[in-house]
């Protein structure tokens, strides 16, 4: 959230907005949820890379974890992946700050923005 992407060539305002937005959704969305994960925590689970939990309420799907890579992306239900998925996203949020503090360390980023006139 502190890495001034874009703001070199498009200035402030884009990432002002952008994380105003998560702001908004966190706060009026009750289908999402965003935790973000303090400096102090140190190195976790999600440095290995992005990846997402598909879980079904149908007991004849799978749950399946989708991996992000540079140029392309795995679909993947085997139950051992997944478990282990299931585990470091368990630990990733009891260790990420609660949506309450995520809001506010977001307008903590918001506040140390360079202000420029277009934002």
Known sequence: ???PIGIATKGPGVMRRQIEHLIRLSTTKDNITLQ???FEVG???AEAGSFTLLRYSDYELA???YLERLHDGELNDKRSVVEAYTKAM???SV???TPDETVEL???VLADLPRSEST
């Open 106 to 108: 977001l307008k903590g």
């Open 1 to 3: 959230m502190r890495r």
């Open 95 to 97: 260790s990420a700050a």
């Open 90 to 92: 368990t630990r990733l």
């Open 63 to 65: 749950d399946m974890v």
């Open 43 to 45: 190195a976790h689970a």
């Open 36 to 38: 973000i994960i303090p």
